[in-house]
């Protein structure tokens, strides 16, 4: 997909925030689509050892879909809560694909943000987490969310609030909990 | 487990989770009485929780919206990851910049970050900043606002602390009113954390009650060193022009207030300034107003340089004003000559006034009752697992264990806990093993104080002691040849020295009129028999008290309160822990096995009411680590012997 002009999806993340659920139907394949693009553009660029680099591909989306001028914080909270979700799904089903090509080899060959500290490079495995996200949203769909949008988006407490309309008092809270349950979950989940 | 029970066991997590561990037992039960299911439930993501860590904190996207002109630099910089440190808050604003709080992700501690303003940020100063950051950090004093890092973030250095988040001095003095007494003990920390950096060439320049930050456990920590002197060199003409800027602006009118007559007069400065304005501080906290005043910066000034400090309250007693008159002399060469000098006077007065201070506090209800409960919780239980578990009981009359807090959170182990005479600080040793190995002396401030290793030596050391002024630390090492000596080194930090040969378990112990004894185990000379005596420091008076058969080995002992009875760990002669003995401190005979029995007694100490406690057999001694603390087991203990 290329030559999507900035002005549609910064028109759509007004009309969603003004309350228009149609503009998001619009928007998601948007974003998708070009967020599948740039990661296509990365594996094949980059290294032998096909890396994605999330921080980056959301920035390229974002600056190449998004009007930097007309857009307010609000929506570009939205914008970024959409592409957590779909780099969730982008993410996951990489790590998913190469473990199979691999015959099971787990290493995660998704190069987290330089600034990331290096214990939390380790041990995230994004397979079991998306397991557990899905059994946590079965319990609590907001909770779940809560998780994608602040690990997979990044986005801040404040943000996430924006982005789900609830209070930032109840975000970090949701968090909390979330972060223990899920916690549990994976260290007591079988790991194949 | 339903999504409404889930709901639930959310709502309840979320509000107990930063409650602290008593007040989180207490809602529990309230809340969970008649619903087993649930308080399983959050007590168990309270324990992934805690085990949990950084676990997903870091996001896999790092998104940065400072692109947006509305919000500001501070404002974005929440939220954000600066290395290791991802930016929680902002915990205060100053002239010198923004203080956050953070979460350092390495580690899983929180942090204080300030971050200098842009205005401070040349690259000149930048270094200099840099350089103090490191001095600052050379400075390991439990006093002393403790410096972790310095970096650089688009462009404005920053420094990484210690948080400390309860307030400063002023608040502490405004919150509720304060003797004499816990003015002076609160401060003759800051004022040994002074001597120290003093010691290392270091001036503070800006002692004021603002600097100095008070932890949740009621510690005074003093902050910003190097920052006050980074504000003078920025400015061509350093304290004078400084104090014309203050004046200026109108805006730090209250450093004008501490600041030594040598400084306010744009003199050369030294140690001796920053112990003025640590007077100014302990004045104003004893008087309730500065000792120099007047209606403008300047004529605050022209009293500092000229006038006489307003006399002191009569309450205050009248050996507390002449120290701090000395300390406010107008000529340095007036005052004493160090902060060490100054420190004696305020600790011999406290000392000489009464009753300890640890007890006169237990009335108190405020941080200082909750700390010197801690004091009087004499029993320490000896934990041979990773973690060291001090209980704290109510002052009753039967002393219950109703509280844990961990205290260390190692990898390996931390054994041998013990406790300074003021309540305040921990020993132990940190290591493999439970029971002498080639492990290292700790201390730590309690509650919160980070964990300072005392020795580097590859000797096995067992029993550190605090001696009686809590100065130094006592403990038993191996001789390559065989036996043990008892080393001595200063709690802040030092070469140890040989303190006792063939001494080992010692503890000091009042002997008659004020004079300091020695209770310990030596080597009879009869195999590997220990027999448990107590001498004078240069070993004169020896006298034993108990020698066990053949061999034997009695490796520590404890002198009751009334200093009647001694109680006695030992071990058999295939080298197994006995039971304990409790015997006559006159020596006139071997006394009895004491405790429950069969029991493998590793340790004892008394109660200050008498009572002897004795630490767990060793099957049972292994407390668990980690994050359940608030729900340990509660260890056998006999209640009176």
């Not at chain 1, 096909?50 to 609000?74: F, G, N, S």
């Not at chain 2, 501070?74 to 979460?103: D, F, K, N, Q, S």
């Not at chain 2, 200093?563 to 760990?569: A, D, H, N, S, T």
Request: glycine fraction near 8%; charge should be neutral; include cysteine.
């Amino acid at each position: 997909m290329v030559g999507v002009s900035p002005e549609p999806v910064t028109a759509l993340l007004k009309r969603w925030r003004q309350g228009d659920s149609a503009a998001l139907e619009k928007l998601v394949p948007l974003v998708y689509s070009e967020l599948r693009r740039i990661a296509a553009r990365q594996l094949r660029r980059e290294r032998p050892n096909h890396t994605l680099q999330p921080t980056a591909l959301v920035h390229e989306v974002y600056l190449k879909l998004v009007d930097q001028h007309r857009i307010e914080w609000q929506n570009r909270a939205q914008f970024f809560g959409i592409a957590a979700q779909l780099i969730r799904r982008i993410l996951v089903d990489h790590v998913r694909n190469r473990r199979t090509a691999k015959r099971g080899g787990g290493t995660l060959t998704v190069a987290l943000d330089d600034a990331v500290s290096e214990p939390a490079r380790e041990n995230i495995d994004l397979v079991k987490l998306d397991d557990a996200l899905l059994s946590l949203a079965a319990k609590d769909e907001q909770q779940s969310r809560v998780v994608e949008l602040r690990f997979f988006g990044g986005l801040s407490i404040e943000e996430t609030a924006e982005v789900l309309r609830i209070s930032p008092s109840t975000v970090k809270r949701d968090w909390a909990a979330a972060k223990a349950w899920l916690y549990r979950d994976m260290s007591t989940r079988f790991s194949p | 487990m339903t999504p409404s029970e889930h709901q639930a066991a959310k709502e309840l997590f979320g509000k107990v989770l930063e409650l602290e561990p008593h007040l989180r037992a207490l809602i529990l039960d309230d809340a969970c009485a008649g619903r087993p299911r649930l308080r399983d439930e959050v007590e168990s993501l309270l324990v992934a929780y805690q085990k949990a860590g950084t676990f997903i904190d870091v996001p896999l996207v790092a998104v940065t919206m400072s692109s947006d002109g509305v919000s500001t630099p501070e404002e974005t910089m929440v939220g954000r990851t600066l290395g290791p440190y991802h930016v929680e808050a902002i915990i205060g604003e100053g002239g010198m910049g923004v203080v956050y709080r953070a979460l350092d992700t390495k580690l899983n501690r929180p942090v204080a970050i300030k971050v200098l303003s842009d205005a401070l940020a040349d690259p000149s100063a930048r270094r200099r900043f840099e350089r103090e950051a490191q001095v600052a950090s050379s400075l390991n004093h439990p006093h002393i606002l403790t410096v972790h890092d310095a970096g650089e973030f688009e462009g404005r250095p920053y420094l990484v602390t210690e948080l400390v988040d309860a307030g400063t001095f002023v608040e502490w003095a405004r919150a509720e009113p304060r003797s004499w007494r816990q003015i002076v003990e609160l401060l003759v920390g800051v004022a040994d954390g002074l001597a120290t950096a003093h010691q290392a060439g270091i001036l503070h320049r800006d002692i004021k009650p603002a600097n100095i930050l008070i932890t949740k456990s009621g510690y005074a920590k003093l902050a910003d060193f190097g920052l006050a002197k980074l504000c003078e060199d920025s400015t061509p003409g350093a304290a004078h022009t400084r104090t014309e800027m203050a004046t200026r602006a109108g805006t730090v009118v209250g450093t004008v207030g501490y600041m030594s007559p040598e400084q306010a007069s744009g003199q050369p400065l030294d140690a001796r300034s920053d112990m003025f304005s640590f007077g100014v501080v302990l004045y104003e906290a004893l008087a309730g107003r500065r000792p120099f005043t007047g209606a403008s910066d300047l004529d605050v000034l022209h009293a500092v340089v000229h006038r006489p400090p307003e006399p002191l309250p009569v309450e205050v007693p009248r050996p507390l004003r002449m120290v701090l008159e000395r300390a406010l002399e107008k000529d340095p060469s007036d005052r004493f000559q160090s902060m060490r000098d100054l420190i004696v006077d305020l600790r011999r007065l406290v000392r000489q006034s009464g009753e300890a201070p640890a007890v006169s506090a237990v009335t108190h209800r405020s941080n200082r009752s909750r700390r010197s409960k801690v004091a009087i919780a004499a029993l320490v239980v000896l934990a041979a697992a990773s973690a060291l578990v001090v209980s704290r009981f109510r002052e009753t009359a039967e002393p219950r264990l109703r509280e844990y807090t961990q205290l260390t959170n190692f990898a390996d182990s931390a054994t041998s806990p013990t406790l300074s005479p003021d309540g305040r600080m921990l020993a132990f040793i940190r290591g493999e093993s439970a029971f002498n190995g080639p492990e290292q002396i700790y201390i730590k401030l309690l509650l919160d104080g980070e964990p300072v290793r005392l020795t580097h030596d590859n000797l096995n050391k067992q029993s550190p002691k605090f001696s009686p002024d809590g100065a130094r630390v006592t403990y038993g090492a191996d001789k390559p040849a065989g036996g043990w000596d008892t080393w001595v080194v200063p709690v802040l930090g030092g070469k140890p020295q040989l303190f006792l040969a063939n001494a080992s378990g010692l503890t000091s112990i009042e002997g008659g009129g004020g004079q300091p004894r020695l209770l310990f185990s030596e080597l009879t000379g009869r195999g590997h028999q220990m027999a448990i005596v107590s001498s004078t420091e240069s070993r004169t008076e020896h006298r034993t008290i108990y020698t066990p058969p053949e061999n034997g080995m009695a490796h520590r002992s404890s002198l009751s309160p009334d200093r009647k009875q001694v109680l006695v760990v030992e071990m058999g002669l295939n080298g197994a822990w006995l039971a304990c003995r409790l015997t006559p401190f006159d020596g006139s005979s071997p006394g009895k096995p004491v405790g429950p029995a069969p029991a493998q007694c590793t340790d004892a100490t008394w109660s200050p009411r008498g009572s002897g406690c004795i630490s767990p057999p060793i099957p049972a001694a292994g407390l668990t680590s980690g994050a359940s603390a608030s729900r340990m087991g509660r260890p056998s203990r006999s209640p009176s012997v």
